[in-house]
């Protein structure tokens, strides 16, 4: 057995294995389960990235679903009735239309794809193509970009704090069944 056979197999071991977990994502019945399915998804996605020598593109793909994992936990904890996302739910609505933009969406891409006139290359590979493709990407704006990043992971940690002082089990009771919620300040519409 090969090394190469071994990267070879690896690489499509993530790449179908990205591709599953991406569809499960529409498929399963819960936020929760949909959060994991795309979280090993974008793990998978990352390994196979590192497969193709291109670990510059893998830290990328890792820090946005860190960001974009954040993210949604945000929007559980804040506006979901069921921040747990273990309640059975749909992930997606308007099913004919969406399957219909999905589709016609990728169909267009990839026939983008086959249709461009791809460039032929241009001289030789620089040596270090991690260190052009991040100058490429970030030029002299690295060091702004990652105090941004600092900036905006910070924030979404503070409005997890707001967004969970008090809860629906501190209002409505471990059961939620209170008949009235327990605020401090009067609030809603008057019932």
Known sequence: MT????????????????????FAVFRVSSMARATMALLVSFALAAGAVVL???GYLAVVVVLMMIM??????????????NPAGL???????????????????????????????WPAR?????????????LALMGSKMLVMVMIGIAMFATIVGSVVLAT????????????????????????VGR
């Open 52 to 54: 193709l020598q291109l």
């Open 87 to 117: 309640m059975p739910m749909q992930m997606y609505h308007n099913k004919s239309v969406a399957m219909s933009a999905s589709v016609g969406t990728f169909v267009v891409l990839a026939a983008g794809i086959l249709a461009a006139p």
């Open 68 to 81: 974009e994992m954040a993210v949604m936990a945000v929007f559980m904890l804040m506006y979901m009735m």
């Open 3 to 22: 090394a190469g056979w071994v990267t070879a197999t690896l690489f499509w071991v993530c790449a179908l294995g990205s591709v599953a977990t991406g």
């Open 165 to 188: 002082d008090r809860g629906r089990y501190d209002r409505l009771g471990d059961d939620l069944d209170a008949p009235r919620t327990d605020d401090p300040v009067p609030g809603g």
């Open 122 to 134: 241009a001289g030789s590979p620089p040596t270090d193509p991690t260190l052009e493709l991040g």
